[in-house]
C-alpha cells in the first residue's frame, strides 16, 4: 500500500547513503562533475491535502417564519429575522407571550422563508407607515387592529382567505421590497463562514382551494444579488411552472443560483406529487425535466405531521402511523384515500420510475429534507422545548384545548396537540459557508430527521463488499467507488445488483438506535 511502499523508498534512500568508498564532510561542496542524486519520490505525509470529499453533518432548517409573515405577524408575532437569527446561532430572546427561550444545541445554518404574500405587512400595519394608509385595503386593516385584537384577527383570516383565491387584497411592491432589504440584512450581519451560515430565502404560497402546493426558495447568494429581485408570490401565479421560470430569469438577469423545495405534501389533497401538471395535463419530459432540475428535494418532515407514507399506502410498515396528518385542509376534513398516494414521499419516489419509463425523465428523483415551518420567530425542534406553530400554540397551560383547524361540524379537525416539535435538515459539507451548504442541498447529499442528530452515510455501488464496512477509509472508499446519498448510479452491467454501503451513529443526546430501516421501491414487468 501506500505507506509501505514509500517506507521502502526511505530505507533504500537511507541505505544508499551508507555505501561508498569514503566520507564527505557535510559541508564540503560536491565535485565539480558530480552526477547528481536520484531523490525517491515519496509520498505527501498529510493524507488530507488533495481531500475534497464532505467531511461532517451541518444542522440546520430550510423553512421557517418571523414576523414578517402575515399569518404570524397577523396574529401578534413580533419577532424579525434578526431575532430568529440570534437564537438559532445560539442566542436567547423574549417570545411575545412573554416567555424565554432558548434552544438546546445551536444550530449550524438556517434560511428563513417568510412568505412572498403581504411580506412583512404586519410590521407596516403596527407602525400606521404613510405608504400603507394610502391604499384603502391597507388603511381598513389598520384601522381594524386599532380597533382590538379580535379585530385584527379578522383582518389576518381575510389575508388567509386571499391566499386560497390567489387575488390579493392588498398588494405593494414597494412594502414588500422595504421588507426583502430588511430581512436580506439581517441575513448578511448573521452569517459568518465557518461557525453559523445564513441562506437568503422566502416562501412562495400557492393554496388552490386551500390545497398546500407552497415551495421554499433558497439561494446560493448574497444579498448583492437577490435584492435584484422581489419574491415571486402566489398573487403572481400559482404555478409551480411560473415560479421556476422565476427561477430561470433570475439565474439569467444575476449569474446567480437557486433551487426550490416543496412543502411537506401531506396536505396537498393530491396535487404534490402527482402525473400531471398543474393545470390538469398529463406530464411529459420537459416538464419532468424542469421539474427534477428546479426542485432537487422535497420536505419530508415538519411541525404539520410526517409527510414519508401512511399506513394506507405502507400497511406492511409498523413505523407507517408516526405523526400523522391526512386532512383535506380545502373542506377542512379528512383527506380521502384515494389522494394520499399523491401526499407522501415513498409513492412520489415509486411515480417517479413509472414516469421515467414512460417519458424518459424523473420528476421525482429527489433527496429529502427535514423542514421546520414554525411562525412564533424561533426555530423548535425538541419536544420538550416546544413552542408551538403558531402563536395560539405558544406554551400555557390551556393550549392542548386549541384548536388549529375546525371542521363545518364545529369539531376541531386538527389540534395543537397533533403538530411535531418539527424537523431538521443534515447537510454533508467540507465546510460551514453558504456555498458548501447550497450545493449540497442542489446534490441531494442531505436527509431529514424529526428533530434529533443522528449522523447517516449512505453510499450506492456495484463492487461493494461486507469488509467496506469497517474500512478506516470508508469514507474516501466510498466516493471513490460508488455514489454517495442522493447521487445517480450509472445503470449496471448485465447480471450486477447494487450494493449498498450504510452507517448511522446516535445523536450523543438522543435515543439509542434500533434499527437501519431500508426501503425499496421497483417498477416491476407490468409497470406497476
Known amino acids: 500500500d501506500e505507506f509501505s511502499a514509500g517506507l521502502v523508498c526511505a530505507v533504500i534512500a537511507l541505505a544508499s547513503a551508507g555505501l561508498g568508498g569514503h566520507a564527505v564532510a557535510a559541508n564540503s561542496p560536491p565535485a565539480a562533475n558530480a552526477p547528481k542524486a536520484i531523490q525517491p519520490i515519496a509520498p505527501a505525509y498529510s493524507p488530507h491535502v488533495d481531500q475534497q470529499f464532505p467531511n461532517r453533518v451541518l444542522w440546520g432548517v430550510a423553512h421557517v417564519h418571523t414576523g414578517f409573515s402575515f399569518d404570524a405577524g397577523m396574529f401578534g408575532v413580533t419577532l424579525t429575522p434578526d431575532d430568529l437569527l440570534r437564537v438559532s446561532s445560539g442566542g436567547e430572546v423574549v417570545l411575545d407571550n412573554g416567555q424565554r427561550y432558548k434552544q438546546d444545541r445551536p444550530l449550524d445554518w438556517v434560511s428563513i422563508t417568510d412568505h412572498a404574500e403581504y411580506l412583512g405587512i404586519a410590521d407596516q400595519i403596527r407602525a400606521g407607515s ?20 379580535e379585530e385584527g384577527v379578522k383582518a389576518a383570516i381575510e389575508a388567509v382567505v386571499s391566499m386560497q383565491t390567489g387575488t390579493p387584497v392588498f398588494k405593494s411592491d414597494k412594502l414588500a421590497g422595504a421588507a426583502w432589504t430588511q430581512a436580506t440584512k439581517a441575513a448578511e450581519q448573521w452569517n459568518r463562514p465557518g461557525v453559523f451560515t445564513t441562506l437568503h430565502g422566502f416562501e412562495w404560497t400557492s393554496a388552490p382551494g386551500g390545497n398546500n402546493l407552497h415551495r421554499t426558495v433558497i439561494f446560493r447568494d448574497n444579498a448583492e444579488r437577490v435584492n435584484q429581485v422581489l419574491p415571486f408570490s402566489a398573487f403572481d401565479s400559482s404555478d409551480p411552472a411560473q415560479l421556476w421560470k422565476y427561477m430561470d430569469a433570475y439565474a439569467k438577469r444575476t449569474g446567480g443560483q437557486v433551487l426550490a423545495i416543496p412543502h411537506n405534501g401531506n396536505l396537498s389533497n393530491g396535487m404534490m406529487y402527482s402525473a400531471e401538471t398543474f393545470d390538469g395535463k398529463p406530464m411529459d419530459r420537459a416538464y419532468a425535466e424542469a421539474r427534477a432540475s428546479h426542485e432537487p428535494l422535497l420536505e419530508a418532515t415538519q411541525i404539520k405531521g410526517d409527510g414519508e407514507t401512511t399506513p394506507f399506502l405502507s400497511p406492511n410498515d409498523e413505523f407507517a402511523d408516526f405523526e400523522r396528518w391526512n386532512v383535506d385542509f380545502g373542506k377542512m376534513a379528512p383527506a380521502q384515500d384515494s389522494v394520499l398516494h399523491a401526499n407522501y414521499a415513498r409513492s412520489a419516489l415509486k411515480l417517479g420510475l413509472e414516469l421515467e419509463a414512460k417519458l424518459g425523465a424523473n420528476p421525482y428523483q429527489t433527496g429529502m429534507i427535514g423542514g421546520n415551518d414554525a411562525h412564533v420567530g424561533v426555530v423548535t425542534t425538541s419536544e420538550n422545548n416546544f413552542f408551538g406553530e403558531f402563536a395560539n400554540g405558544l406554551p400555557s397551560p390551556e393550549r392542548w384545548k ?23 435538515g443534515g447537510v454533508w459539507a467540507r465546510e460551514n459557508t453558504r456555498e458548501a451548504i447550497w450545493d449540497a442541498l442542489k446534490r441531494k447529499e442531505v436527509y431529514a430527521t424529526t428533530g434529533d442528530r443522528p449522523v447517516v452515510r449512505v453510499f450506492a455501488g456495484w463492487n461493494f463488499a461486507p469488509a467496506d464496512l469497517n474500512r478506516p477509509d470508508f469514507a474516501a472508499n466510498g466516493y471513490a467507488h460508488g455514489v454517495p446519498m442522493g447521487g445517480n448510479l450509472s445503470k449496471p452491467a448485465a447480471g450486477q445488483r447494487p450494493a449498498f454501503l450504510v452507517y448511522a451513529l446516535r445523536d450523543p443526546d438522543g435515543p439509542s438506535l434500533d434499527r437501519i430501516q431500508v426501503v425499496k421501491g421497483w417498477l416491476g414487468k407490468e409497470g406497476k
Do not use: C, F, H, I
Open 402 to 424: 386549541t384548536p388549529l383547524a375546525m371542521g363545518k361540524d364545529g369539531k376541531p379537525v386538527v389540534s395543537v396537540w397533533n403538530e411535531s416539535a418539527a424537523g431538521l
Open 130 to 149: 404613510p405608504e400603507l394608509l394610502e391604499n384603502p385595503q391597507g388603511k381598513r386593516w389598520y384601522e381594524m387592529s386599532q380597533k382590538g385584537p
